[in-house]
């Protein structure tokens, strides 16, 4: 089966825009994606988290407990 040139270029033409609606789609996702935290970050928001799980329910949860900082 001979194609034609015409029916060629128009299935190039058809593959060549997949391929770069596929890449900036990928671009699109790797502009958005974020760097992921750091350990130390993410050991420290584990850290405060805990905390506040283990005052929940602590009769005074006033910030620094009343204790007036000089500043």
Do not use: C, F, H, K
């Amino acid at each position: 089966m001979d194609l034609s040139d015409y029916v060629m270029e128009v299935i190039v033409a058809q593959r060549l825009a997949d391929l770069r609606e596929r890449g900036a789609r990928l671009a699109l996702l790797a502009t958005g994606r974020q760097a992921r935290p750091s350990l130390s970050r993410r050991v420290g928001v584990g850290l405060i988290q805990i905390g506040r799980w283990l005052a929940q329910g602590q009769p005074d949860r006033t910030r620094n407990a009343g204790v007036r900082l000089a500043r």
